[in-house]
């Protein structure tokens, strides 16, 4: 039987602000290369007709016209932050695609979170019930350390410190390939360090030199991907600090900065 293959496209690799910034001049802000154009954090795994959303950044509606994503059997949402849960309501049209609902994967606290935020799509009321409003038809199972199948998929996810909060990392397993996705992320634990160990594709925070409260640092990103000896590893939610092509010629082989729309085999 001939192996798997999945795709991981990346549809936003920049911080909550997005790249470029409003009313900034920066050089990266004003920069002419496509790859210093940043959304919110999201990334779309796909294999053998199944995909699988990893953040529904605000962006998302945008990112999925650009790419052509016109599936999403699965999503899961890392944290309830705004820049990686609020394009939740656009999975909508992909129910109406798919003619199914959508399993939406969260842990425990981040899918408290999502229930408050969007209360009108898990607990909608009698009113909005009657005059069948164009609601996303999501159907919620709380995950974590364990790995659950999802699609051709073994996933597990791990919390992990993202500042004075948490988020989660996330591991998507395929016939013995790993992908590991902690984009939001101030403090490499052991745990983490464990997940990561080995990964055949590893995105991890890399915000800007100089330190944050509630992100890695380029140099501290770098040395933990160097360190797991990941096969390939991308730096992901990137501010708008660095170019594109000075982070590129900075990272030592096999690191590079994640761009929007790079396409990775897993």
Not at 64 to 89: E, I, N, P, W
Not at 112 to 134: C, H, T
Not at 181 to 187: F, I, N, Y
Request: net charge positive.
């Amino acid at each position: 039987m001939p192996a798997r293959t999945a795709e991981v496209l990346v549809l936003g690799s920049g911080t909550s602000t997005g790249v470029p910034l409003i009313g900034c001049t920066c050089p990266v802000c004003t920069s002419s290369d496509p790859r210093d154009v940043r959304a919110r954090c999201g990334l779309h795994v796909s294999c053998e007709g199944f995909a699988l959303q990893i953040d529904v950044s605000p962006d998302f509606r945008a990112q999925a016209l650009r790419f052509g994503v016109s599936r999403v059997d699965a999503a899961l949402v890392t944290h309830c932050h705004a820049d990686h849960a609020l394009g939740l309501d656009d999975l909508r049209r992909f129910n109406t695609l798919q003619g199914a609902p959508i399993p939406l994967y969260a842990r425990r606290t981040a899918m408290r979170g999502l229930r408050r935020i969007f209360g009108y799509v898990f607990e909608p009321s009698d009113a909005a019930r009657r005059s069948r409003l164009y609601l996303p038809r999501l159907v919620p199972h709380a995950i974590g350390d364990a790995p659950v199948p999802i699609g051709p998929f073994l996933v597990r996810t791990l919390r992990i410190p993202h500042g004075p909060s948490f988020s989660c990392a996330v591991e998507v397993a395929l016939d013995g390939r790993r992908l590991v996705v902690a984009s939001d992320c101030s403090r490499v634990t052991p745990p983490l360090a464990a997940m990561l160990r080995g990964a055949d594709l590893a995105f991890l925070d890399g915000l800007r030199d100089r330190p944050h409260s509630a992100h890695l640092t380029v140099d501290a990103a770098a040395a933990a991907l160097l360190a797991s000896g990941c096969r390939r590893g991308r730096l992901i939610h990137i501010g708008h600090d660095i170019l594109h092509a000075d982070l590129l010629r900075r990272l030592p082989a096999p690191l590079a900065p994640s761009f929007d729309g790079e396409r990775l085999p897993l």
